[in-house]
T-cell receptor, first 113, second 115 residues
Framework: QKEVEQDPGPLSVPEGAIVSLNCTYS??????FMWYRQYSRKGPELLMY????GNKEDGRFTAQVDKSSKYISLFIRDSQPSDSATYLC?????????????FGKGTRLHILP | GAVVSQHPSWVICKSGTSVKIECRSL??????MFWYRQFPKQSLMLMAT?????????EQGVEKDKFLINHASLTLSTLTVTSAHPEDSSFYIC???????????FGPGTRLTVL
């Protein structure tokens, strides 16, 4: 079993819809959970960063972590064509420069105008 | 946020040649930088951790003699792909954490194509 599983998509939704992106993981030591957005041929950009379980909201984005189920989600409200990108979940046990961040494969998202 | 740059943004080379990729932290100092490789439709895979003033730490399965890393200053790390082959064609991305936060800032990536 891979440490982090993420459906690669592509996921196509109409503009204005709510998007739900998810990852599952196997390592119970993970405590820090991140979502990155990556546009084609660009480096990843950090969107959301959550510690342990719970929800975190930032504008149209909401990150949820359920450590008991080893399941994390990213919700995008009022989706826009500019949200079209690949979204990578990532996680680590510690959050210091000595610890590795493990990435999911990324989900390609297309927002249809 | 902090800015990390990479140069070149893309490179095409012949099989057997060596290619150097630079990663710079533009507005902060980075004692540690990370090098990742990303194949199409695949996840970012950590190749090595670059440490300023000391040897890099390589992940299992990454050939240290093929992927030479030099972190000579607090703002620059270089990755040299030696004797490149077509299977080395990939997207190489570096990242660096700032000292004030645990967030890692990624460079824009370098696309290497080996003919």
């Amino acid at each position: 079993q891979k440490e982090v599983e993420q459906d690669p998509g592509p996921l196509s939704v109409p503009e204005g819809a709510i998007v739900s992106l998810n990852c599952t993981y196997s390592n119970s030591a993970f405590q820090y959970f991140m979502w990155y957005r990556q546009y084609s041929r660009k480096g990843p950009e950090l969107l959301m960063y959550t510690y342990s379980s719970g929800n975190k909201e930032d504008g149209r984005f909401t990150a949820q972590v359920d450590k008991s189920s080893k399941y994390i989600s990213l919700f995008i409200r009022d989706s826009q064509p500019s949200d079209s990108a690949t979204y990578l979940c990532a996680m680590s046990a510690l959050m210091n420069r000595d610890d590795k961040i493990i990435f999911g494969k990324g989900t390609r998202l297309h927002i249809l105008p | 946020g902090a800015v990390v740059s990479q140069h070149p943004s893309w490179v095409i080379c012949k099989s057997g040649t060596s290619v150097k990729i630079e990663c710079r932290s533009l507005d902060f100092q980075a004692t540690t930088m990370f090098w990742y490789r990303q194949f199409p439709k695949q996840s970012l895979m950590l190749m090595a951790t670059s440490n300023e003033g000391s040897k890099a730490t390589y992940e299992q399965g990454v050939e240290k003699d093929k992927f030479l890393i030099n972190h000579a200053s607090l703002t620059l790390s270089t990755l040299t792909v030696t004797s490149a082959h077509p299977e080395d064609s990939s997207f190489y991305i570096c990242s660096a954490p700032t000292s004030g936060s645990n967030e890692q800032f990624f460079g824009p990536g370098t696309r290497l194509t080996v003919l």
